[in-house]
């Protein structure tokens, strides 16, 4: 289970939020709100991209707030910008994988089928619309296998249908490795194809 | 806490940064007390001193001034007409000039306007006298013009094409007049990069040595740099060398902190046309379109016409007659060397501190010792560097004989400065995109380096090591300091035979030079890119 617990945050301008949160494990949690109110925030304090001023980040007890982003049992989906431009669909999903897993291609090429993006292995991300590059970027996610998963408004470059169709897929994969998975959207007809609960953030 | 460290890269930066300051301070200690012994306040020297850098200033200023006024106006039609492929291939040309050895073009501009040039010659055809020899301040500033106007003309298309498409849309539906237009739209976008580039043009023409060597014409027409030359070689006055270079460092330093108040940062990078024209109310009319064609005219036949002088002058006998000289292949094989290792060299050192300088900045620790090596190296043109490095060692070992090595280190550290603008734009701008994506993918470290910022890096990589190799094959600064009938280099042989008279060799040569710049240059940008286009993970 993901416990976020008495966490408090200062931005620089002096904007402060505070997160009390638990997501357990097979669950999505889609994080809701006007612009502004901390919701990308607290996915940069899950993922390790800011600090907390107080309070515990914790999965299944263990707490990794002191754990760089790296060594988190986290990955993540950013609005724009998850793929190097220089290198194809397949060498980016395979450069953020561990090297056991690199090669193991039924996996990858699975993973392109199941999101709708088989046959782009070998296209280079600006030859591609943004809503593939966003599908290749949630494949390379699928395949880290980390416990938790957080995705950043990922899906707004998708059309509707698109995005149902990554939803579902969405929803099999996280209950099957029983993953914890936190959402950022702005539209809510996403909670409401999910089945998910939502947690609406407000100034 | 922060997940932003600076990693090894870091020290290894500041520590060459650390080497870099070292190398500059023991260069102006030595000049410094070159300059202190014998010190001579004889009314003729202060005189003298004073005559050299004003004239320097002078011919700098207006170099600056001609140069922008042919480049604005050239700018603007080059915009308006930008859908035509001439004007493209005039921003094309463009370029040239800034891998042009300053020998090929001094060669070119004497084939178009010299006494027995293609202008004279057209004269001539036509029943007229020819032109008078093309020596003296008239040819230095000709020379500057060559070289900084298509500079300018790029960085000044460059802001006119970043002027917002929505702007020049409302221009044309509100109907505005040229005038309008150039004061409401084009000037506020101008004006941000006008002054800087001035300040740079101002920098490069005070530091010009080999054109006003070429084409001074005698002791009336001199500057700081071509006096130094002078004291140092022919006079051995070292402690006139060492005021006059002192001089020149100081006026360098302030026009370089001018510069980087004006500019920050982005002097090096600004070039390049990215937005779309849309076409506005009397663009087409007759008269607009004669004093566009005009002004591209004259523009061409400054900066384009030399290049053409020097394919047609440059290929006959003459050229077969230059290959035969022993003289001319160990020259190409020294150049050749000098300019692949500095440019290797250069680009290294400069990847190493840009690297340093972008870990850095992230990590929010200072960078300013970076900076400040680099910043040096500008403000530290190279015949004052080399003098220092003459003074510093000829006490202690035959310079003469380190002549290939100095040359090496000299064209290398002239370089630096260049290659490190542009390596540093570009990896600031990867490390804002692709810092927390590759932390998320535990993405770290010489695998990070290796995978993601070398191959995005590659286009810039080339560049750098193009122009790097471009300016130090093309050098011929460092080399006048440091040759000898034993050590030539390309340029010095041009300039060897020019001084001797022999026009057609001396176009051939030129000819030759200008290939292997622009096929050195090319061969690093192109297998640059092609490295970064295919690299697996």
Known sequence: ?203 | MSWRRPGPVSGLGLGLAAGLLLLALASIGALIGAAGTGYDTASHTTGYIRHVAGFTFFQAALSAILALALALPAARACWRRASSWNTNLLILFAFLPVVMPTTVAATGLIGVWGQRGVISQLLQSAGAPPLPPVYGLGAVLLAHVFFNAPLMLRILAGALGGIPQAQWRLAAQWGLSDLERFWKIEWPSLRRVIPGLLALVFLLCFTSFSLVLMLGGGPAVTTLEVSIYTALRFDFDLPMAGKLALLQLMICAGVVILLTMLTGQSWAGAAGRTGQTVPQRGDNAIATRAVDGMILMIFVSVTVLPLFAILWRGIGPQLVAVLAWPAFWQATLTSLAIALLSGLLATGIALVLATARSRRAVAGLAVWPLDLAISLYLAVSAIVLGTGIFILLRTVADVFLLAPLLVLLGNMLVALPFAYRILEGRLASLAAAQDRLCAALDIRGWRRFRLVTLPALAPEIGYAAGLSSALSLGDMTIVALFGSQQFQTLPWLLYQTMARYRAGEAAALALWLLGLTLLLFSVFVLSAKLAGRRNHA
């Open chain 1, 1 to 203: 289970m993901l416990e976020i617990r008495g966490v408090s945050f200062t931005r620089p301008g002096g904007l402060s939020f505070s997160y009390d949160i638990t997501v357990a494990e097979g669950e999505i949690l889609a994080v809701q709100g006007p612009s502004g109110v901390g919701k990308t925030t607290l996915l940069d304090l899950i993922a390790g991209f800011e600090y907390p001023d107080s309070g515990s980040i914790s999965w299944n007890g263990s707490n990794f707030l002191a754990s760089p982003p790296w060594e988190r049992p986290v990955t993540t989906v950013f609005q724009s910008d998850n793929l190097f431009t220089h290198l194809t669909c397949l060498e980016n999903v395979r450069i953020g994988l561990p090297s056991i897993k690199r090669d193991d291609h039924a996996a990858i090429n699975a993973a392109f089928t199941r999101l709708g993006i088989d046959g782009l292995q070998n296209r280079l991300p600006d030859a591609i619309s943004g809503g593939q590059q966003q599908r290749v970027a949630l494949a390379r996610a699928l395949l880290r296998d980390k416990p938790v998963l957080l995705l950043d408004e990922s899906f707004s470059a998708l059309d509707w249908p698109t995005r149902q169709g990554c939803f579902d897929s969405l929803r099999e994969i996280t209950e099957t490795r029983q993953m914890a998975v936190l959402f950022v959207s702005h539209d809510e007809r996403d909670s409401t194809h999910l089945g998910c609960k939502s947690l609406q953030l407000t100034a």
